[in-house]
């Protein structure tokens, strides 16, 4: 890896400032779902003591434009900034509506919660029980 490339929430690597943006084809203009406001709000979301530079790190951007996109955020009020000692601390606020037009009826509080809690794995079956497994072909 160069020296100045990082690593983001993908684990590719890039170089300092750029996008985190993949082609899935190899071919044509590489692109993402999430814009870099949403992967700035997830990450405030799992760490909200992080600091702008980790935040860019972790999203793949530079540090002028996660505070930027920071100050974009807390003026919409989807989050607050409190000043704790040298560091921030940062509130999500979940009940406010995406800002489109088609999704301005639902919350950001599904993405949060979709992006920053993975789902357990099902329990495994149980062995000692006299239930066939539901994975597993019934061959007669």
Not at 41 to 55: F, S
Not at 57 to 64: A, H, Y
Not at 77 to 105: M, S
Not at 121 to 139: K, L, R
């Amino acid at each position: 890896m160069p020296a100045d490339a990082e690593r983001g929430l993908d684990g590719a690597a890039r170089g300092s400032g750029s996008a985190d943006q993949v082609s899935v084809d190899g071919q044509g203009k590489p692109w993402t779902f999430l814009t870099n406001h949403a992967r700035v709000l997830v990450h405030i979301a799992r760490n909200p003591h992080a600091r702008v530079r980790d935040v860019a790190v972790d999203v793949g951007i530079t540090e002028r434009t996660a505070q930027s996109i920071l100050n974009d955020l807390e003026k919409a009020a989807y989050l607050t900034r409190v000043r704790v000692g040298r560091r921030n601390h940062y509130t999500i606020h979940p009940d406010r509506p995406f800002r489109h037009p088609t999704e301005a009826r639902q919350s950001i509080a599904g993405l949060i919660e979709l992006l920053t809690d993975p789902q357990p794995p099902p329990d495994p079956p149980d062995a000692s029980s006299d239930e066939p497994d539901p994975t597993v072909p019934n061959p007669t």
